[in-house]
């Protein structure tokens, strides 16, 4: 079983950066990929970034271009730097570890897994 603790929510101005981190614990062998995904407030969970173990990254269309993902295996911990935030970028941010290899590996993330509790990311105009 893996616990995922997140930090580095909270509010910011609209053009501003955020940078979330979420360490992992656990059985190591589970957690070939790490990502975070976000849920607006009445929306659907929808992935942000994603990464492999090996250092392999995917972005969401609205993620790419602004957000970096990073990932240190010796912490089992990833990074999500946010910069030039935007309103729409307000959510719920989860931090998701699992096993996710392959071609497909990012149509993986989010099955079976676990997640982080969320953290609340709000951008202010």
């Known amino acids: 079983q893996v616990q995922l603790v997140e930090s580095g929510g909270g509010s910011v101005q609209a053009g501003g950066s955020l940078t979330l981190s979420c360490r992992a614990y656990?059985?190591?062998?589970?957690?070939?990929?790490m990502a975070w995904f976000r849920q607006p407030s009445g929306g659907q969970r929808e992935l942000v970034a994603g990464?492999?173990?090996?250092?392999?990254?995917a972005y969401g269309n609205s993620a790419r271009g602004r957000f970096t993902i990073t990932r240190n295996n010796n912490q089992n911990t990833i990074y999500l730097q946010m910069n030039n935030l935007r309103l729409e970028d307000t959510g719920v941010y989860y931090c998701y570890a699992g096993w996710a290899e392959g071609r497909v590996w990012v149509q993986m993330l989010g099955s079976g897994g676990s997640w982080g509790q969320g953290t609340q990311v709000t951008v202010t105009s």
């Open positions: 656990g059985d190591k062998a589970s957690m070939t990929a």
């Open positions: 990464i492999t173990s090996g250092g392999g990254t």
